[in-house]
């Protein structure tokens, strides 16, 4: 019974210890992740992600390391300028373990190693710069510390990414000059807006008052061409009319009586003349031959008595 009962004991230490050697043998390792193994104090190898096996008490994970993008604010610092300003600088810092082994054994502490260079970095870039220069060339100086990190990190097994500055941020005296620089700069701008627009008026009135005298000549121009056409116009009718009139004058004399027409014709404008004369005026002019008056009208009064006869 006692024997039973030893046995029993022993066969649970037993299973109780190959559940514990098979526990510590089995390693189930993340996805992103390596896990070093040492082996009595000595690196062996890295555990990839899933199933591994070890030999329990013998072999150890020393260190467990993310592959993943790891942010890393760097705490604000104080920075001196190429102009001797001092410029809190505040940053972020990106960065990414390559090789686990290196980041085991190539520092103690690779993430207090890559935020110190970034900080002493930092300044080392901020210092070659003037004041305004740091505000323009952000993309500079975050490509500055990624190379002077990423180059001293590789042997710390860890890739560095990127660097963001997150805030610049300058003494106050510094900010309130800067604001009455943008102040008076705006004032500026705006001062010069207004001189353009009242130039660009001006021009546009003197523009506007050119054309407008431009139309206006091509106006009366065209007015005094239209008149002259139309003054041309008219001599060349009142001409057409007058040749056409004597044309028609001469046919008539050709034909019988025309003679004789013209003469009564002519005696009646000789006489309305005078009448017209002795109206407009006191004093009479008087031919000096009153004998061809006489006759002229005579011979009037002998044609128009002629047209009273009959016809035989």
């Given at each position: 019974?006692?024997?039973?009962?030893?046995?029993?004991?022993?066969?649970?230490?037993?299973?109780?210890?190959?559940?514990?050697?098979?526990?510590q043998?089995?390693?189930?390792?993340?996805?992103q992740?390596?896990?070093?193994?040492?082996r009595?104090?000595?690196?062996h190898?890295?555990l990839?992600?899933?199933?591994?096996?070890?030999?329990?008490?013998?072999?150890?994970?020393?260190?467990?390391?993310?592959?993943?993008?790891?942010?890393?604010?760097?705490?604000?610092?104080?920075?001196?300028?190429?102009?001797?300003?001092?410029?809190?600088?505040?940053?972020?810092?990106?960065?990414?373990?390559?090789?686990?082994?290196?980041?085991?054994?190539?520092?103690?502490?690779?993430?207090?190693?890559?935020?110190?260079?970034?900080?002493?970095?930092?300044?080392?870039?901020?210092?070659?710069?003037?004041?305004?220069?740091?505000?323009?060339?952000?993309?500079?100086?975050?490509?500055?510390?990624?190379?002077?990190?990423?180059?001293?990190?590789?042997?710390?097994?860890?890739?560095?990414?990127?660097?963001?500055?997150?805030?610049?941020?300058?003494p106050?005296?510094?900010l309130?000059a800067?604001?009455?620089?943008?102040?008076?700069?705006?004032?500026?701008?705006?001062?010069?807006?207004?001189?353009?627009?009242?130039?660009?008026?001006?021009?546009?009135?003197?523009?506007?008052?050119?054309?407008?005298?431009?139309?206006?000549?091509?106006?009366?121009?065209?007015?005094?061409?239209?008149?002259?056409?139309?003054?041309?116009?008219?001599?060349?009718?009142?001409?057409?009319?007058?040749?056409?009139?004597?044309?028609?004058?001469?046919?008539?004399?050709?034909?019988?009586?025309?003679?004789?027409?013209?003469?009564?014709?002519v005696?009646?404008?000789?006489?309305?003349?005078?009448?017209?004369?002795?109206?407009?005026?006191n004093?009479?002019?008087?031919?000096?031959?009153?004998?061809?008056?006489?006759t002229?009208?005579?011979?009037?009064?002998?044609?128009?008595?002629?047209?009273?006869?009959?016809?035989?």
């Amino acid at each position: 019974m006692y024997e039973i009962s030893g046995f029993l004991v022993l066969t649970i230490v037993l299973l109780v210890v190959a559940v514990a050697f098979a526990m510590q043998s089995i390693k189930v390792v993340p996805q992103q992740t390596a896990w070093v193994v040492e082996r009595l104090g000595k690196f062996h190898a890295v555990l990839t992600p899933g199933l591994n096996f070890i030999i329990p008490f013998i072999d150890r994970v020393a260190y467990r390391h993310s592959l993943k993008e790891i942010p890393l604010d760097t705490p604000s610092q104080v920075c001196i300028t190429r102009d001797n300003t001092q410029l809190t600088v505040d940053g972020v810092l990106f960065f990414q373990v390559t090789d686990p082994q290196r980041a085991s054994y190539g520092t103690s502490n690779y993430v207090i190693a890559i935020t110190q260079l970034a900080q002493t970095t930092l300044r080392s870039v901020v210092g070659k710069m003037e004041l305004d220069k740091t505000f323009e060339e952000r993309d500079l100086i975050n490509k500055s510390v990624v190379s002077a990190i990423d180059e001293a990190a590789l042997n710390w097994g860890v890739k560095v990414l990127r660097y963001e500055i997150k805030d610049l941020t300058p003494p106050a005296v510094i900010l309130q000059a800067m604001q009455q620089q943008i102040t008076a700069e705006r004032e500026k701008r705006a001062v010069v807006a207004a001189s353009e627009g009242r130039k660009l008026e001006q021009i546009n009135l003197a523009t506007g008052a050119r054309e407008a005298a431009i139309a206006q000549s091509e106006g009366e121009k065209q007015a005094e061409i239209n008149k002259a056409e139309g003054q041309a116009a008219a001599t060349l009718a009142i001409a057409t009319a007058t040749a056409e009139a004597l044309r028609r004058i001469a046919a008539a004399t050709e034909e019988k009586g025309g003679m004789t027409a013209v003469n009564l014709q002519v005696a009646e404008k000789y006489v309305a003349a005078f009448g017209e004369l002795a109206k407009s005026s006191n004093t009479l002019v008087v031919p000096g031959n009153m004998a061809d008056m006489s006759t002229l009208i005579t011979s009037a009064m002998k044609i128009v008595e002629g047209t009273k006869k009959p016809a035989p």
